[in-house]
């Protein structure tokens, strides 16, 4: 059983299309998150969600817009893709603790190539 | 803020030779930090975390790493290098507290391992 799984692995699309990269996981986990990976390897966050709330937004585009319908998914809308947008995205899931010392789980990541 | 820094874009090492990759933070209150792996065209996998316990940290794979706030590194070793180490190993740092849980992750070490 995959712990955080997305889909779809591979995207490729034109810019200006409308695409959505969707996350599951099944850890039972209350936190979920999207990081962009760019060319250079660089990870940086972009979304958390705390069940089903929006906790960070780091001052991602407005073109990018998260969803999580329950705290096993969260799923990532993007409008109107620019070339720029080509990356890898990861989802990843934690348990909030009173301390926060538990790592996060990562799925396989999502490459989305834009042409 | 928090950030880290990984001295190295790229390592080699000899099968069977110690491995040391650098990792130093900045952090205004007391961290966690974590070391991930990831292998090509893979998501990211926990090898070790340091959560304010030992200092000295064991993980998966036969890793290690050794948190020393005097000199606010937490690097990553291995005494001996198998040719199934060979990835892209990533630092990161993490406040730990509600509202902030995400990780800032250091620019990567690619380690290639020599027959």
């Known amino acids: 059983d995959t712990a955080v799984s997305q889909t779809p692995k591979y995207l490729v699309t034109q810019m200006g299309n409308d695409k959505s990269i969707k996350c599951e996981q099944n850890?039972?986990?209350?936190?979920m998150y999207w990081y962009k990976q760019d060319s250079k390897k660089f990870l940086k966050i972009m979304f958390s969600y705390n069940n089903k709330e929006l906790i960070i937004n780091e001052t991602v585009p407005n073109r990018f817009s998260p969803k999580s319908p329950d705290k096993a998914h969260l799923n990532l809308h993007i409008n109107s893709l620019e070339l720029g947008d080509s990356a890898v995205y990861f989802c990843?899931?934690?348990?909030?603790?009173?301390?926060?010392?538990?790592?996060?789980?990562f799925g396989q990541g999502t490459r989305l190539t834009v042409v | 803020a928090q950030s880290v820094t990984q001295l190295g874009s790229h390592v080699s090492v000899s099968e069977g030779a110690l491995v040391l990759l650098r990792c130093n933070y900045s952090s205004s209150v007391p961290p966690y930090l974590f070391w991930y792996v990831q292998y090509p065209n893979q998501g990211l996998q926990l090898l070790l975390k340091?959560?304010?316990?030992?200092?000295l940290v064991k993980g998966i794979n036969g890793f290690e790493a050794e948190f020393k706030k005097s000199e606010t590194s937490f690097h990553l070793t291995k005494p001996s290098a198998h040719m199934s180490d060979a990835a892209e190993y990533f630092c990161?740092?993490?406040?730990?507290?509600?509202?902030?849980?995400?990780?800032?992750f250091g620019t990567g070490t690619r380690l290639t391992i020599i027959p």
């Open positions: 990161a740092v993490s406040r730990g507290d509600f509202g902030n849980e995400k990780l800032t």
């Open positions: 850890l039972g986990h209350d936190t």
């Open positions: 340091y959560t304010s316990a030992a200092t």
């Open positions: 990843a899931s934690s348990q909030r603790t009173r301390t926060w010392n538990t790592e996060a789980f």
